[in-house]
């Protein structure tokens, strides 16, 4: 059963606006969340975390953004640029040993 | 570029052959992964090895065959692999403890013929 899900498979943003990418997870023991990018035949590359103790981590466009009671977080770009565009993977994990369970993705496209 | 260094990054294999996965990091990490990510479906964890010990088998055939030689390199030892096993084999690293991110490879993409 996916405990994390990304709902909205694709999205697509014209450069120079705000880009919201959403996720929602199940499980309430998961403390510490991540978001992922990812560009065709290249693995993932971490962007951003936060853990339950904080409800916004802030770094250069990137946002993101934790609603505990919800099971609810979403990363918000600001602006938007074509060099953007990929695809994105939020993360949970639940405690130490740190396995992490994935979104099944969302693909952002930037338009220039 | 990525700090974690996985070879080969195509394979592709007979279903009697014998051929190993590799991974390599020299970023002092003491935790390492191998996930298995087939097409629009998110990285599924196969084994976490902690200071060079398994401590985590999510269940996995024993067609594959991890292997921690040291703390810098990762294996995944293939053997008698069947066609769905085809799928794009990542590896991953991270430093212990808490509230640590996992840096990926770019990950070895692996066809059974």
């Known amino acids: 059963d996916q405990q994390v899900k990304q709902n909205s498979p694709s999205l697509s943003v014209q450069e120079g606006r705000i880009s919201i990418l959403n996720c929602d997870y199940t499980n309430s023991m998961f403390d510490y969340f991540l978001w992922y990018k990812k560009y065709p035949a290249e693995g993932p590359t971490f962007l951003i975390s936060i853990s339950s103790i904080k409800d916004k981590n802030e770094d250069g466009r990137f946002t993101v953004f934790l609603n505990k009671s919800a099971k609810h977080l979403s990363l918000h770009i600001v602006p938007s640029q074509p060099g953007d565009s990929a695809v994105y993977f939020c993360?949970?994990?639940?405690?130490?040993?740190?396995?992490?369970?994935f979104g099944t993705g969302t693909s952002l496209t930037v338009i220039p | 570029d990525t700090e974690v260094t996985q070879t080969p990054k195509h394979l592709v294999m007979g279903m009697t052959n014998k051929k190993s996965l590799k991974c390599e990091q020299h970023?002092?990490?003491?935790?390492m992964y191998w996930y298995k990510q087939k097409a629009k479906k998110p990285p599924e964890l196969m084994f976490v090895y902690s200071y060079e010990k398994l401590s985590i088998n999510e269940s996995v055939p024993s067609r594959f065959s991890p292997e921690c030689p040291n703390s810098s390199l990762l294996n995944l030892h293939l053997h008698a692999l069947q066609p769905e096993d085809s799928a794009l084999y990542l590896c991953?690293?991270?430093?212990?403890?808490?509230?640590?991110?996992?840096?990926f490879g770019d990950g070895t993409r692996l066809s059974i013929l």
């Open positions: 970023m002092g990490h003491r935790a």
């Open positions: 993360a949970a994990s639940d405690g130490p040993g740190n396995q992490f369970y």
């Open positions: 991953a690293s991270s430093q212990e403890g808490q509230y640590q991110p996992q840096h």
